[in-house]
């Protein structure tokens, strides 16, 4: 049944691209996204096409987005906040709410360390400007510590895991899938979490360009993005399957991260644009970035229509035939949309 309203809710908005098929460039990390789509069935009437394409984290696809190699993406806030300093041509569109319970400090299952107090003078990976660094930073300010109280060791995802593997590296500092890929596989500890320490928030962003000259194509994919995050919250064994599937990895690991995660897609409004700004500052104080930001002016309010019709699911009805074909003479010469089926 949900499945149909799915169906029903984007109906409207893929008839209105059907006139033409354009691409839309996606930056994902991790099968986050495809992952979550493909498993709520909401790909399946597209009328653009869709490039994905996938980075093992933020930094590389906000590298991509700034050379045009993708039009948008999902990335955390710090790595946001990184790239918006440095210049690069993104705005936030969407925002990602969570628990916090996926971003992490690990230890491995032996370790004798058992909270942070233990980490000083340890040395601990995680990827400059990233989630994971910016929880390193706010755990050191709530101590009171300095920032030559611990040694941080910046690599990226897989050289961070081989380091941690081998024991160069004391503790890792990471996000989800990872986190639940060490403790289900491995036995890792979560020595500290961002709970009272970071907003938890991600971003959907996307080029100012694309927001331009895509912005039928882009608020149609928020839309899809935002019904299927709705559906997941009531059927994590199937995005769990579907995402274990595509990345090869076992169900166990993308269920213990889903369960807890309650992953949904918000509009920008003021309190997303305040812990933003919170983000910004933190990083300000810590002389990651030059400038302090102004997080209004980094963020787009407009898909946030679209994201709360996308979100009252429930409220959807199937449009009749009759509708439809007034939809298909209004749109003359667009393609026949096809309907999502019922799973």
């Given at each position: 049944?949900?499945?149909?309203?799915?169906?029903?809710?984007?109906?409207?908005?893929?008839?209105?691209?059907?006139?033409?098929?354009?691409?839309?460039?996606?930056?994902?990390?991790?099968?986050?996204?495809?992952?979550?789509?493909?498993a709520a069935g909401v790909l399946k009437d597209v009328s653009y096409k869709i490039e994905w394409k996938e980075f093992p984290a933020a930094a590389p696809l906000l590298e991509a987005l700034s050379a045009g190699a993708i039009e948008t993406g999902l990335v955390g806030d710090a790595p946001f906040t990184f790239a918006a300093a440095s210049g690069a041509p993104v705005k936030a569109i969407a925002a990602i709410r969570q628990t916090r319970e996926g971003l992490a400090i690990l230890v491995p299952e032996t370790s004798?360390?058992?909270s942070f107090a233990d980490l000083r003078g340890k040395k601990i990976a995680t990827g400059r400007g990233s989630i994971g660094h910016q929880l390193?930073?706010?755990?050191?300010?709530?101590?009171?510590?300095?920032?030559?109280?611990?040694?941080?060791?910046?690599?990226?995802?897989?050289?961070?895991?081989?380091?941690?593997?081998?024991?160069?590296?004391?503790?890792?500092?990471?996000?989800?899938?990872?986190?639940?890929?060490e403790e289900v596989l491995f036995k890792s500890r979560r020595i500290i979490t961002s709970e009272g320490l970071t907003p938890g928030l991600s971003f959907q962003v996307a080029r100012p360009d694309a927001i331009r000259d895509k912005r039928a194509e882009l608020t149609d994919f928020i839309?899809?993005?935002?019904?299927?995050?709705?559906?997941?919250?009531?059927?994590?064994?199937?995005?769990?399957?579907?995402?274990g599937r595509l990345m090869n990895i076992?169900?166990?690991?993308?269920?213990?991260?889903l369960s807890r995660a309650k992953i949904r897609i918000a509009p920008i409004d003021d309190g997303v644009v305040v812990d933003e700004q919170g983000t910004i500052d933190l990083y300000f104080r810590w002389g990651l970035i030059k400038q302090r930001l102004d997080a209004a002016e980094i963020v787009d309010r407009s898909f946030a229509d679209a994201i709360a019709k996308a979100g009252a699911v429930g409220s959807v009805r199937v449009p009749d035939a009759l509708q439809r074909e007034t939809l298909h003479r209004r749109h003359s010469g667009a393609r026949r949309?096809?309907?999502?089926?019922?799973?």
């Open positions: 049944m949900i499945r149909l309203m799915l169906a029903g809710a984007l109906l409207f908005g893929s008839l209105e691209l059907a006139a033409a098929q354009t691409t839309l460039r996606v930056g994902d990390q991790k099968g986050n996204a495809q992952a979550v789509m493909e004798p360390i058992k390193i930073l706010a755990a050191l300010e709530k101590n009171g510590w300095a920032a030559s109280d611990v040694q941080i060791a910046f690599l990226a995802p897989s050289d961070a895991k081989i380091a941690y593997t081998q024991g160069s590296v004391d503790a890792w500092s990471t996000w989800e899938p990872y986190v639940s890929q839309r899809r993005l935002t019904a299927a995050r709705a559906w997941s919250l009531n059927n994590v064994d199937s995005y769990a399957a579907t995402w076992p169900t166990a690991v993308p269920l213990n991260w949309s096809r309907e999502p089926g019922i799973h």
